[in-house]
């Protein structure tokens, strides 16, 4: 008999990806963990029944979350990553010897522990040293924060369930407070596609864009994600994510990426016309 996991985009739209194995079932006190071994995708993760990676295209969500940012200051040193409990943002941040302090923020420590478990790809790198893991609520954990963190990366879920706080106008607004002069947000900003998905995009943006004078939006292709079409936010105190990329810089880390490049970079902030109107820029 064939096993098929399936992820309804709307209504009207769904994906299916063939399973050959459930390999973790579990329910923890905030959500349902499911991990399959897929033949197409290699091993999925699922939360409460939404794909949250698989380990064919978990790179390029994880490299543009992490590298985009990283490659516009030099200079971070203490990041914030809030959510990301399967390890592949700090994987990405751990490829950077300058970074001295990672302190990982995440609300279920059983999704930590399944990942540990039957996701090496992505967590072989959550017991370097420099990682500090704390399984709190997120936006909690920021509230005490003042002037401490160069980058803050906010790696959640949707925005409902566990990541719903995550999308506050009171949890940027605490972000923007424990960044230093020069720090950066970066978070998962969702599609833009889908009417559902769009909304809660604009959603976010425009809480935002009322806490930090620096906004902006770039895009990847991830194609096990609604539509394929995926947004990312990057938010500043003053910082500009292409005028101020230190391309040279970051070229010559040598840092191995499978979908990041500096110019790509660039290219990743050009937005289609329907993103822009969406934002609220141009016609």
Known sequence: MDLWYREHHTDNVRLSIKVSETLATAQSEFQRIDIF???????????????????????IYHEMITHVPMAVNPDISDVLVIGAGDGGTVRELCK?????????????????ELCQKYL????NKLADSRVNIYFEDGL??????????????VDSTDPFGPGEGLFTKEFYGNCYSALRAHGILVNQHESPFYD??????????????QMFPKSYVYQAHIPTYPSGHWLFGFASKGLE???????????????????????????????????????????
Request: charge should be negative; aromatic fraction near 12%; proline fraction near 3%.
């Open 96 to 112: 950077y010897d300058h970074v001295k302090r990672i302190d990982l923020v995440e609300i279920d420590k059983m999704v930590v």
């Open 241 to 283: 994510p292409i005028s101020d990329l230190k391309a040279d810089w970051w070229n010559n880390l040598g840092i191995e990426t499978k979908y990041y490049n500096t110019e790509l970079h660039k290219g990743s902030f050009a937005l289609p016309n329907y993103v822009k109107w969406m934002l609220g820029e141009g016609k």
């Open 196 to 209: 559902n998905d769009a909304l809660a995009m604009k959603r976010a943006n425009e809480k935002i864009r």
């Open 140 to 153: 909690k954990f920021v509230r005490s924060k003042f002037d401490e963190y160069d980058l803050i990366i």
């Open 37 to 59: 071994e897929t033949p197409e995708f290699g091993r999925v993760l699922t939360l409460d029944g939404y794909l949250m990676l698989t380990e064919k295209d978990e790179f």
């Open 120 to 123: 090496p790809q992505t967590a």
